[in-house]
């Protein structure tokens, strides 16, 4: 008995996954539960295991899209393991004499062209005068033998050409390599185009800028990460801090978390902020769901456990799904400014930038201060200009002043 094996439903969103790979060959005996395939879908990739055991019959490609309920495979439940094992066995037997047929067709192949393309004392003076192939002249000769009527033949229909092109141009040689390589977009990477441009055409988006002193957040974090670190079993990062501020100034500004439809505005009460974290496969953006919640220890074991199933491949769907604010970091690749695409379908993300020593007004003198830019982009047609700015002024309050998450002010 024949059992089809289908693509199942991972998520009311996803219609349609691309076959990334086949982890088995077409007549390979496999067990139950055994992964079959590897899918990709728009966010996250999976594993299609081996419903029953049996020989299974590869029918989708590697490289198609296909739409949630189609067949892939079958499976024979029928067949044994033993038989199995006796056929290859058999095929294993049988490929030598394929090989040895193979030879030998190229022999007689060999042996029938032998003649055609060679060419007469006479004719072959003529050719290698006039710098001409033989492969390039066709013999009227016995067997496709190349005459001297051929080969003159040949030099009158080489010289007319010559008349008829222009002189070469001398070509500038180039110097190194120029390869290219073709790569299919991946799912993931085809999603990602095609949201960022949904966002642009979609939303009217403006960015504001502003700068923090980071002195406090790296005094706090020199004075005590040995400490929280033996009490949490986890690092004091900078994305504890940015995550409280951003959920503290969300409850002021609650426009900021909030996103709009055809003809309503829709508000939450909760902060499940997202994280971008860059991996092999493209940008994901896990949600920490109810950030406003977790202490400083909670968000770092929380960020760590994402960041760890993202760069592993493993983020399902529901890590990914929802969220009402983004945090974005491309200061640990070095960025100084920059302005972030808002994460549909929120209204608002937030970009962090890299820590760098600048020269500031400090009560009148010049100091040294480690600054860093933040940036915010946002929906204007759901958030105001007052609003973003405020939003933004407040996020660089709570991290200049750090004492303020602790007593919620």
Same mark, same amino acid.
């Given at each position: 008995?024949?059992?089809?094996?289908?693509?199942?439903?991972? #998520?009311?969103?996803?219609?349609?996954?691309?076959?990334?790979?086949?982890?088995?060959?077409?007549?390979?005996?496999?067990?139950?539960?055994?992964?079959?395939?590897?899918?990709?879908?728009?966010?996250?990739?999976?594993?299609?295991?081996?419903?029953?055991?049996?020989?299974? =019959? @590869? +029918?989708? &490609?590697?490289?198609?899209?296909?739409?949630?309920?189609?067949?892939?495979?079958?499976?024979?439940?029928?067949?044994?393991?033993?038989?199995?094992?006796?056929?290859?066995?058999?095929?294993?037997?049988?490929?030598?004499?394929?090989?040895?047929?193979?030879?030998?067709?190229?022999?007689?192949?060999?042996?029938?062209?032998?003649? =055609?393309?060679?060419?007469?004392?006479?004719?072959?003076?003529?050719?290698?005068?006039?710098?001409?192939?033989?492969?390039?002249?066709?013999?009227?000769?016995?067997?496709?033998?190349?005459?001297?009527?051929?080969?003159?033949?040949?030099?009158?229909?080489?010289?007319?050409?010559?008349?008829?092109?222009?002189?070469?141009?001398?070509?500038?040689?180039?110097? #190194?390599?120029? /390869?290219?390589?073709?790569?299919?977009?991946?799912?993931?990477?085809?999603?990602?185009?095609? @949201?960022?441009?949904?966002? &642009?055409?979609?939303?009217?988006?403006?960015?504001?800028?502003?700068?923090?002193?980071?002195?406090? !957040?790296?005094?706090?974090?020199?004075?005590?990460?040995?400490?929280?670190?033996?009490?949490?079993?986890?690092?004091?990062?900078?994305?504890?801090?940015?995550?409280?501020?951003?959920?503290?100034?969300?409850?002021?500004?609650?426009?900021? /978390?909030?996103?709009? =439809?055809?003809?309503?505005?829709? %508000?939450?009460? %909760?902060?499940?902020?997202?994280?971008?974290?860059?991996?092999?496969? #493209?940008?994901? +953006?896990?949600?920490?769901?109810?950030?406003?919640?977790?202490? %400083?220890?909670?968000?770092?074991?929380?960020?760590? @456990?994402?960041?760890?199933?993202? @760069?592993?491949?493993?983020?399902?769907?529901?890590?990914?799904? #929802? *969220?009402?604010? =983004?945090?974005?970091?491309?200061?640990? %690749?070095?960025?100084?400014?920059?302005?972030?695409?808002?994460?549909?379908?929120?209204?608002?993300?937030?970009?962090?930038?890299?820590?760098?020593?600048?020269?500031?007004?400090?009560? *009148?003198?010049?100091?040294?201060?480690?600054?860093?830019?933040?940036?915010?982009?946002?929906?204007?047609?759901?958030?105001?200009?007052?609003?973003?700015?405020?939003?933004?002024?407040?996020?660089?309050?709570?991290?200049?002043?750090?004492?303020?998450?602790? !007593?919620?002010?």
């Amino acid at each position: 008995m024949k059992q089809e094996i289908k693509v199942p439903s991972i #998520g009311e969103s996803v219609n349609e996954v691309t076959l990334a790979s086949w982890l088995v060959e077409d007549g390979d005996y496999v067990e139950l539960d055994q992964p079959l395939a590897e899918f990709e879908s728009d966010k996250a990739t999976f594993e299609l295991p081996a419903e029953v055991a049996g020989i299974v =019959t @590869r +029918v989708a &490609k590697e490289g198609d899209d296909i739409k949630i309920g189609e067949v892939v495979a079958t499976i024979d439940t029928s067949a044994s393991k033993t038989s199995n094992d006796n056929k290859q066995e058999e095929k294993a037997i049988e490929q030598p004499k394929t090989e040895s047929k193979a030879a030998v067709e190229k022999n007689i192949t060999q042996e029938n062209n032998y003649a =055609t393309g060679t060419a007469s004392p006479a004719a072959k003076k003529i050719l290698d005068e006039k710098n001409i192939n033989t492969s390039e002249v066709s013999g009227t000769g016995v067997s496709g033998r190349i005459t001297k009527e051929d080969a003159i033949k040949a030099e009158k229909q080489t010289a007319k050409q010559e008349t008829i092109v222009a002189p070469k141009q001398e070509v500038q040689k180039v110097v #190194g390599e120029r /390869n290219e390589r073709v790569e299919k977009l991946t799912r993931i990477r085809k999603t990602i185009s095609k @949201r960022l441009v949904e966002v &642009k055409n979609q939303t009217a988006m403006l960015t504001t800028f502003n700068e923090v002193d980071m002195t406090a !957040i790296n005094e706090i974090r020199a004075k005590y990460k040995d400490a929280f670190y033996e009490q949490n079993n986890i690092g004091l990062g900078f994305m504890s801090f940015f995550t409280k501020a951003v959920c503290q100034a969300l409850q002021k500004f609650p426009a900021v /978390n909030a996103y709009i =439809t055809d003809e309503n505005m829709i %508000f939450h009460d %909760f902060c499940d902020i997202s994280i971008a974290v860059s991996t092999e496969r #493209g940008l994901v +953006v896990p949600v920490i769901r109810n950030a406003e919640t977790l202490s %400083f220890a909670g968000i770092e074991k929380e960020i760590k @456990r994402l960041a760890t199933l993202a @760069r592993n491949n493993e983020l399902s769907i529901q890590d990914m799904e #929802g *969220g009402t604010f =983004t945090i974005t970091n491309g200061g640990v %690749f070095g960025s100084l400014m920059s302005t972030p695409i808002i994460n549909q379908p929120q209204s608002a993300i937030l970009g962090m930038h890299k820590v760098q020593d600048r020269p500031m007004v400090i009560n *009148g003198s010049i100091e040294i201060r480690p600054m860093m830019y933040i940036a915010l982009s946002y929906d204007h047609r759901i958030i105001d200009g007052k609003d973003s700015v405020s939003f933004l002024v407040a996020v660089k309050d709570y991290l200049e002043n750090p004492e303020k998450l602790l !007593i919620g002010l």
